[in-house]
């Protein structure tokens, strides 16, 4: 049977990145602490570059890999492991992966203690070759109150979700806990948000959050004060997307730095 | 060329509905009281019955429809006589088609006066036949306040962005405008949202959501009783969804109702 | 502190289901046939119908209901288990639970045999009450190719991936299984797909398509064929979507069957 | 009534960009040849930077500039000026506006000569500042039919739907229509692919497809060999995605350039 993708092709473009998106498998998560795994379904696109020379890469060769590596325990130090064997897997100069996954941090409503489990977005980005990066990247929901509507209203406040995002790149020993970033990021809003609030809880919430208005700009420029104290952090991206509640629209807010 | 659509088969399944989905065309929406048209992108669905003896619908006669209409304002009651048509056309005994489009209204912010446009997501369904449908779907952005937070705060209440959606099925001779119908969704919120506040603005919002608190069954109650006065509604659904600020999920209700 | 929710209000519409959407929660999902578990993060929708003189529900409860089941394993049968004692939890008449989340199946690529997971979308519908329902949805991705193309054309075929769903109510004592119900569905199509396919693979796979073509109403009409033969099941719903490879639309069928 | 935004702070980090983001608009978009414009809904996403000495932006402004615009035609060019003035009226040192809407090409079914109108999505881009950028992005739809499974399959060869994109930097005095790249495009698939195809058609699409096979690598190649070539380009990113029709999964090549 002939193998058309190594037919030899007239000089053209170098491919930066050609492989398997959409994927979806399973993955068994672990948290770069070391404390806790979960199974769960995750999202996968795994790519290498191709050279100008060569037609095809071997597709089948990309969820091997995923196959071969599904019930093994992977922390983003794992990942990072993945991405470099899965370069040479595909005889390529490199490998970049990316793995979206629902990850479930074990809460407890502020006064009542109640215990519930509250989802954040955990991203894994892995890049090898002459230019590696090992990132995490988490998305937390927490309350955002807006301190111009509460400055200027005789009563009441407006405030509304708010999607709190980073993107941390890490230096080849650090490691950071998908708990202890989630945790960093709640405490740069208003309020945390619980899946599981009585009314004692849902007074709390209410009030913690008025005494601790925060613009967008404030969100992201606490979150970037944080992140940029996080020994191994020697990058990140951080953003704040509210769902404003007195628009159909959100506001948003970017700082991106590198040490 | 062969007909193998036309191919005789043996008795099978009957089809409740088979035809294209999916597909993006312009529209020239007219709200039903003709006032306004707005040239947009729809997304169109278009399903004829399929009779137990015949093989194959004619799938190019649906995509030839939506070329001929598409430059004609087109209203609900147009968008019926459109289904009616096509029943036809398709050689069916009838047709459904539902039209997705986002409509803009013109608002003006409450005490600046400035003027903005504010989305809003319309929804034509039409079904002809023995049974025929004509329903204008809305679904509009408001704000809610939650009352037990504010009864039980010494200070603020946590409030969000809210989805408020009608569907109203309406009597042959009927017609309800789209921005009738929004402003009667947006008057069961604790308020309106709108694209452009200027502070005095926002100071309005806040105090007038903080003296109107609503929660999400008060909101589909609210929408129920108003819906369940219009003239012309033979039936109708309507649900609220409160993307809750002191949660990462949202909160709904909904009632249906025929008269 | 007061309980707002317990307010006594004037007479008025009853509401039909109110209660919490897009919670994401593990699930620990069980195969009805009883052989597998699968832990995973699943979409839940959870309501109860509320009488008109109620004027709120317990929020909080459909949460901790499910934090109190989420490290069972939990088969449609226990599905159905949790949304009667949930009706009972909120002093409701009924109650209605959707869960959705991402199920792996080992399968074999038909020739050279190497094993991976492919992914299906599974959907347990429970409603407790008067009209109780236990329904199994199932959505899986297959191959579709064409008849009219390759009737007319002197090479080739044009073919696409569709997506096959079945929403099947079972009887009280009946079960049915994820893998069962998959492997029907695909065995409705032109060919399965695979995640991990070699050469010999994809060969095969594209000469038994080539040798299969169904239209979208073949696909439809086989599901429902199939479906209706299984044992237990009092109503099903087949859908089938063909992602056409010749358009930037889709076509679909749908036939809804009760026994 | 006091301007909170307006407030000083200690000095911190500086915003890299602050704003509006999933704002629904209305656009009259203009094709950059001039000949033609569209009136649609599109998504905004609108920032600048804000220094490290300033508390807040002012977000009612970017929906003042858009209410401002939105009934002006605005291709590519007027998106920069647009872009360019935003920085001014946010008294900032630059902007960045991202608007993304679809815009609809009238095509003739190959054969038969049938008109309709097909999607595409279109993205302008616009930086204002120190490093300005003037970026028309495209995604069209079209056929991928796979080399491999032709050469080495008995009969037939799996074909599917491809997503291919191209986002094209400009020079400042060049202009690049949206008919004229959408055509580059569908030139790099198996076949383009049309809303209405009659039977004549569709045998010609399936033969053209399978006498023309290109693996992903090859498209995203034959893209960049083209978009090298347009005068006035400064730089792209070419990707092209096929949602495999033997798989559940996509494959996907990236290609970027700067001349």
């Not at 009542?112 to 489990?117: N, W």
Request: charged share 25%; net charge negative; glycine share 6%.
């Amino acid at each position: 049977m002939i193998d058309v993708q190594a037919t030899s092709v007239a000089p053209q473009f170098a491919i930066e990145s050609v492989g398997v998106s959409a994927l979806r498998y399973p993955i068994l998560a672990q948290d770069d602490d070391g404390r806790e795994t979960q199974r769960t379904a995750a999202h996968w696109r795994l790519g290498v570059p191709l050279a100008a020379d060569r037609r095809g890469t071997h597709m089948s060769r990309f969820v091997a890999a995923v196959e071969a590596a599904h019930e093994t325990p992977m922390g983003l130090a794992g990942h990072f492991a993945f991405t470099t064997a899965l370069a040479r897997t595909l005889e390529a100069e490199g490998a970049s992966v990316t793995t979206d996954f629902t990850w479930f941090r074990r809460v407890r409503a502020p006064v009542s203690g109640h215990v519930s489990h509250l989802e954040c977005a955990v991203t894994f980005r892995s890049v090898a070759g002459a230019q590696p990066v090992r990132e995490l990247g988490l998305t937390v929901a927490a309350k955002a109150l807006c301190p111009c509507s509460k400055a200027i209203s005789d009563r009441g406040a407006h405030n509304q979700r708010s999607d709190l995002t980073a993107r941390v790149e890490l230096a080849p020993d650090a490691t950071l806990g998908i708990d202890t970033l989630a945790r960093l990021l709640e405490s740069c809003a208003s309020s945390p948000v619980y899946p599981l609030l009585k009314r004692e809880d849902e007074k709390h919430v209410t009030e913690i959050a008025y005494d601790n208005p925060a613009f967008v700009e404030d969100l992201v420029r606490r979150m970037a004060l944080r992140l940029s104290d996080l020994p191994g952090a020697v990058a990140f991206v951080a953003e704040a997307v509210n769902h404003e509640s007195i628009h159909a629209h959100d506001c948003f807010a970017r700082i991106s730095h590198r040490r």
